[in-house]
Structures are given as C-alpha cells and as structure tokens.
C-alpha cells in the first residue's frame, strides 16, 4: 500500500496570504489529523477529519481550517499567514478515528517571510 | 485540560549506554501510543500500550505503562547510532483524542 502522500512538500508564503495543503490517506483509512511541529512546541494537534466531519479540534485561531473529501483526502488551509505559522505541517492517517495508530506523511514544510 | 509531559527533552549517551525517556500524564489515560522520528523524517508508529501494568518489548526497546495509567516508559538497552532520533508519546485521554509529549531528542555518540 502507499504511504500517505502530502504536497506540495515546501512552501515559501509572505505574510498575510493564505496557503492551501493536500493530504492523501492511506487507502482505506478514513480519518485525517492535521499537526503542527515546531521547534519550540513539538508535535500540536490542529484537527481530525472522519467521514467528511471534523471530529477533534486543538486549540489554534480561526484561521486554520481543514476539510475532507469523500474520498478521504483532506486540505488544510491557513488564512492570513503570519511568521509564527511556519513550521512542519504533518498529516496522518489512521482506519478509525479518534486513538487508532497513526500514519504519518513526510510534510509540509512551510516558511513565512 | 490534557497536559502530557515527556522527560528528558534532550539526551546525548555514548554507544553501548542504555536510554530511557517517561512520559508523564495529568490524568488518566486510556492508552499511549510511542512514536519515533528520525532527523529530517516523520514520526513513525512503534508500539500501543492499553493496560495498567502493561510491559511490552521490540527487540532492545522495552515500553511500560504504569499501574495507575498517567505514566508511560520508553527504555533502550545498549544504544545504537539508528536509535538516535525524537521519541514522541501520544497519550490518549478518554474523550478520544491524542496528545502528543515534547518529545526526547536522543543523539548517541559512536
């Protein structure tokens, strides 16, 4: 099986845009994470897609949104980009939502400048 | 809230020496989920531990979770250069969501 597939996989945005990210699960996997990582932070959970509904948030502005498909690819986009959003985005997929093993894609590496 | 914290944050070791990172949680959890990064890679999936007490081992790894389930173990027998890497755990609380620690950063020294 293919792994979970993330483009593009760099990024170079100003502040102020807005950047899209796509996410291919696994196929058969149904739930979609979105996570942040930094330095500073580590690993912060954004969200969870399952079955097009977005069933976990963590706790990030208004200006992080996501979606998913019916064919359970996810996007994420992040409105009105400033410098503190850059980082690694990482998606995982995992079969069911909530704990179930997660499988990680290479990420999005993403600078603001 | 959920705060799961992971100790140490950085840890150098020669080759040979062992290593052990815990994971410590504020409240009970329902399982824990350990996660390995190499430089430049993304987290892998390593192991899941969802019973008090539980103690499982891959090869030189050995994971344990605590009787009480707010505290979990990742301890590395004799220390190799592929170990090195961020080791992550990821505490699942009962409301079905995951929270990731800080992560350990291992380097191993040949």
């Known amino acids: 099986k293919a792994g979970v597939t993330q483009t593009p996989r760099y990024l170079i945005k100003t502040r102020g845009q807005q950047v899209t990210l796509s996410c291919s699960p696994i196929s058969g996997h149904r739930s979609v994470s979105w996570y942040q990582q930094t330095p500073g932070q580590g690993l912060q959970f954004l969200f969870e897609y399952f079955s097009e509904t977005q069933r976990n948030k963590g706790n990030f502005p208004g200006r992080f949104s996501g979606r998913q498909f019916s064919n359970s690819r996810s996007e994420m986009n992040v409105s009105t980009l400033e410098l503190g959003d850059s980082a690694l985005y990482l998606c995982?997929?995992?079969?069911?939502?909530?704990?179930?093993?997660?499988?990680f894609g290479p990420g999005t590496r993403l600078t603001v400048l | 809230g959920q705060q799961v914290m992971q100790i140490p944050q950085y840890q150098h070791v020669q080759e040979g020496e062992d290593f052990t990172t815990y994971c410590n949680s504020s409240?009970?959890?329902?399982?824990i989920q350990w996660y390995k990064q190499r430089p430049g890679g993304h987290p892998v999936f390593l192991i899941q531990l969802v019973k008090s007490g539980e103690v499982k081992k891959q090869k030189r790894l050995t994971f344990q979770f605590g009787e009480a389930k707010k505290n979990s173990s990742l301890h590395i027998t004799a220390t190799q250069t592929t170990d090195v890497g961020t080791y992550f755990c990821?505490?699942?609380?009962?409301?079905?969501?995951?929270?990731f620690g800080t992560g350990t950063s291992l380097t191993v020294i040949p």
């Open positions: 409240t009970t959890l329902s399982n």
């Open positions: 995982a997929s995992s079969y069911e939502q909530g704990q179930d093993t997660q499988y």
């Open positions: 990821a505490a699942g609380d009962t409301g079905n969501q995951f929270y």
